[in-house]
């Protein structure tokens, strides 16, 4: 883990190594701004941390001249450029709970714009207190319900998700402050794809009980990203979002039909959305969450994940907590993602033969009648064949 108070960068001019400097939170970046010995350069550098770590960037702090990983330019690049260019003065006060004493600790911030990447940062710490290190988070507060237990100190700012990408000074500083406290700062890997172990250690809930005889199928609606046919015809539904809609919600409701003539017993057909969701047949058990969210529902929402024998979904951060708690999990990936594959599901197992049966990707264009196949024979065969991969 990087040192915040003896370690080094290079200046992206000279290349030369220069003692790290002041600490800067931007957005989903925490960068060290410091001017270089050799060539007199004011700069800001990426520090190793979640994606900085792969696609670090260096800032020419007076010319705002970007130096980075073209791979990631538009989306960790850019935003990084243009938020120190035009800073948010709006003043935003650091809320600091302190839980434990501690001297030296592992400071992971978890603020970012992308909702799984920020989730995904806070669960990369569960390595880190296992292994006993006295831990700071830094998380926006509706990611603040996931914090587990046993972290040395939560420090929770207002910024919601579509501002993720503002540099803040007034947080900045804040920070600063609050670091300057402790005899040693190491900063955390949070590794953008951690491993992660029992979801109740973080959400409360427990995960999917095969022995269960009572479970839920559920589709997890997203109003953004729908299961349409792709190509041209994709277009059109994105263009007249309410046909997309309808077009998803029929689908829905036929692989639900397919599966009820299963007759699989003690099922409950479920559709679970936050935000606004269509109306479902009254066999369909339509749970629907509005923003914002509080831990309760959040929760409750887990809730509905854990009784899940089979959660279904369209590839998204909406699938993480999904695939956490759900005995399996299939992701319908579109096209333009799949070179995302695996990103948006928790696998919670160390089996890979188990996490095989568990965790299944299809393409969008995979048949209804054919993934009404495959939800079937997991649900039937499932036990056997755990039985049979030991």
């Not at 997203?222 to 299961?227: C, E, K, M």
Request: glycine share 6%.
């Amino acid at each position: 883990m990087f040192d915040l108070r003896s370690g080094t960068v290079n200046c992206p001019i000279c290349k030369m190594e220069t003692p790290v400097g002041k600490v800067v939170v931007i957005g989903s970046h925490v960068c060290s701004r410091q001017t270089c010995e050799s060539c007199e350069t004011d700069f800001l550098c990426d520090l190793p941390t979640a994606h900085g770590t792969l696609f670090p960037n260096q800032l020419d702090a007076k010319t705002n001249i970007l130096y980075g990983d073209v791979i990631a330019k538009s989306w960790f690049g850019i935003p990084l450029q243009e938020a120190w260019k035009t800073p948010n003065h709006k003043q935003v006060d650091v809320g600091v709970e302190k839980l434990t004493t501690a001297e030296d600790v592992v400071f992971v911030p978890c603020i970012d714009y992308y909702y799984g990447h920020a989730v995904l940062k806070l669960l990369s710490i569960s390595g880190l207190l296992k292994g006993n290190a006295s831990v700071i988070v830094l998380v926006p507060k509706w990611l603040r319900w996931l914090v587990p237990e046993g972290v040395a100190e939560i420090w929770t700012v207002d910024i919601p998700l579509r501002k993720g990408q503002n540099y803040f000074p007034s947080v900045s500083e804040q920070v600063c402050k609050e670091l300057a406290r402790f005899n040693s700062v190491k900063l955390g890997e949070a590794r953008a794809h951690p491993d992660v172990g029992n979801p109740e250690e973080f959400t409360g809930v427990k995960k999917h009980s095969w022995d269960d005889e009572k479970f839920r199928i559920s589709y997890i609606w997203r109003d953004d990203r729908l299961w349409v046919p792709e190509g041209i015809l994709g277009k059109i539904f994105y263009r007249f979002p309410r046909l997309g809609r309808f077009v998803q919600k029929r689908r829905i409701v036929s692989i639900m039909k397919l599966l009820q003539k299963a007759k699989l017993s003690n099922v409950k057909f479920t559709m679970i959305t936050i935000g606004n969701s269509p109306k479902m047949p009254k066999w369909i058990d339509n749970q629907t969450f509005l923003p914002p969210l509080q831990k309760k529902s959040e929760q409750e929402l887990c809730r509905l994940y854990s009784e899940s024998r089979v959660v279904i979904g369209i590839h998204g951060s909406n699938m993480l907590l999904p695939s956490w708690h759900a005995g399996a999990t299939f992701d319908l990936m579109p096209n333009d993602r799949w070179g995302n594959f695996g990103q948006d599901i928790l696998f919670n197992e160390e089996n890979p033969r188990h996490a095989a049966i568990r965790y299944k990707f299809s393409p969008m264009s995979c048949s209804i009648s054919n993934l009404a196949i495959q939800i079937y024979s997991i649900i039937r065969d499932y036990s056997v064949q755990r039985e049979s991969f030991k």
